[in-house]
């Protein structure tokens, strides 16, 4: 259970955009609105005249964990804000329109800064804040590009706030956080984060089409949700080798996500870590040696978790409800159920196709034993017959014996397109047999055999396999 508490804290981290959670009560404390949320206050409101504001780290006991989205939003008489260290985030919008706001003094405990946090501030409208493509420490760029206009950016301390950038770009060294949306859009084809770099924010890279690569910082801990997001150029990902949170939607339709190398009976995979899964799929096999899966990689699906699994984010699930677990009673799959009340059935309970003798594995014993019960040398019991009958015809035969031999076996050696069989020749025997295999549920295996049968390559041994050999046989149409 420590691996459990340990995802339960860093859930935590999540509180950044200030939605996943439902707050305790809705309180005040002087001039300050706030709600308290996992234990940590998070102030929603200004309602003070005052035009220099300190925003404490702790309030009425509380330890102070943010700003919440809007919460100073329109506020035109603010001049001034400082905040204690110790706060973590600032929400989104959360000083925007603030004409009057020049000064900003952050801490280095910062760890989240939302979209337009500070838009239409005087900060912001200060191009004395700004800096040009010229101040940059990329020394790669070309010299008529560092002579070109309007291709500025903003920090705020150690956060880049914002940037519009064409081709590589290096930030400043020691900065700690690219805020939400910074370069969101912009036509950045490269990116290096300094060393310091902690976090990438919601949106952060969102819609850099021209993205190739990005340089992550060895101390990052956190990438937002959409933060690489349509990103289609951006193919390679290297990631520190450490434990950073990040949610399944940091790379969609990025080049990596669409790279169908990167993908596994409908999940994605960066090195042994699930990092999304085929919306279209009801029901996942997550490969056996994955050690993690992250924030919401598994939707609302069906999933196989192997005993390799040892680490599941906890917003791993979309909705709950919907999803179930199948995996080993002994296992950290069911402590992770169990803690998060998911449905779980225990795949022992699960007769597997073929075990006929009841071993949870499916081998050449099997095979012996169906072929002595469809030779009549062996009793058919009522037991056997569910696991046995590999096309589900009511009865253990002579196809059932031959479904199982091909699913054990990559014999005989034939890879002719077509030869169902293996004897070397594509003929009306094999398109018999595939009509035989095309009738039944059973799940053929991604071996030799399956490369022969699987005409119309469509991933999957059916009619349309026999279809397509019998036009072939009749000179219709050729195989593919």
Do not use: H
């Not at 291709?151 to 060294?173: H, P, Q, R, T, W």
């Not at 990596?256 to 999940?267: I, L, R, S, T």
């Not at 990092?275 to 598994?298: H, M, P, R």
């Amino acid at each position: 259970m420590k691996k459990i508490v340990k995802n339960i804290l860093s859930i935590l981290i999540a509180i950044s955009v200030f939605v996943c959670t439902i707050p305790v009560n809705a309180l005040s404390n002087g001039d300050f609105e706030y709600d308290v949320v996992n234990g940590e206050a998070v102030i929603t409101k200004y309602n003070g005249t005052a035009t220099e504001v300190t925003i404490p780290a702790v309030i009425d006991g509380y330890t102070v964990y943010g700003i919440d989205n809007s919460a100073f939003k329109d506020n035109t008489a603010i001049s001034k804000v400082a905040v204690e260290a110790g706060v973590k985030s600032v929400g989104a919008s959360a000083f925007e329109n603030c004409t009057s706001l020049a000064t900003i003094t952050l801490p280095a405990t910062i760890m989240f800064f939302g979209e337009n946090a500070i838009y239409n501030t005087a900060y912001y409208n200060d191009r004395n804040n700004w800096k040009e493509k010229s101040d940059a420490l990329d020394d790669t760029i070309p010299w008529e590009d560092i002579m070109a206009s309007g291709l500025d950016y903003l920090y705020l301390g150690k956060i880049l706030v914002e940037i519009s950038y064409e081709g590589a770009y290096s930030v400043e060294y020691g900065t700690t956080v690219i805020a939400d949306g910074a370069f969101a859009g912009c036509g950045a084809g490269q990116a290096t984060l300094t060393s310091q770099t902690a976090t990438i924010g919601n949106n952060a890279f969102k819609d850099c089409t021209k993205l190739t690569r990005v340089t992550f910082s060895s101390n990052l801990e956190y990438i937002g949700k959409s933060a690489f997001e349509n990103c289609t150029s951006l193919v390679n990902i290297t990631l520190p080798e450490k434990d950073i949170q990040m949610y399944a939607s940091a790379f969609y339709n990025t080049g990596y996500y669409n790279n169908a190398e990167n993908w596994n009976k409908g999940a994605l995979y960066y090195d042994t870590t699930v990092i999304g899964v085929d919306e279209n799929s009801s029901k996942i096999e997550i490969a056996d040696g994955t050690t993690k899966i992250i924030a919401e990689a598994l939707r609302d699906k069906e999933v196989v978790i192997p005993a390799s699994v040892t680490d599941i984010s906890p917003e791993a699930f979309t909705d709950r409800g919907k999803a179930t677990i199948y995996g080993y009673i002994d296992t950290y799959a069911y402590e992770y159920a169990t803690a998060y009340n998911i449905k779980f059935i225990d795949l022992n309970t699960i007769p597997i196709k073929g075990d006929v003798d009841f071993d949870r594995d499916v081998d050449r014993d099997d095979y012996k034993i169906l072929c002595d019960i469809a030779t009549l040398q062996m009793q058919e019991t009522e037991e056997v017959l569910p696991v046995g009958d590999m096309d589900d015809d009511g009865a253990i035969d002579g196809i059932d014996v031959i479904i199982l031999d091909l699913m054990l076996s990559d014999m005989p050696p034939s890879r002719i397109k077509g030869d169902a069989d293996g004897d070397g020749d594509v003929d009306t025997n094999d398109y018999d047999l595939l009509v035989a295999i095309s009738q039944t549920r059973a799940r053929v295996t991604d071996n030799i055999m399956f490369a022969r049968c699987d005409l119309n390559e469509d991933g999957a041994v059916d009619c349309y396999d026999a279809l397509t050999l019998d036009l072939s046989l009749k000179n219709i149409v050729p195989l593919i």
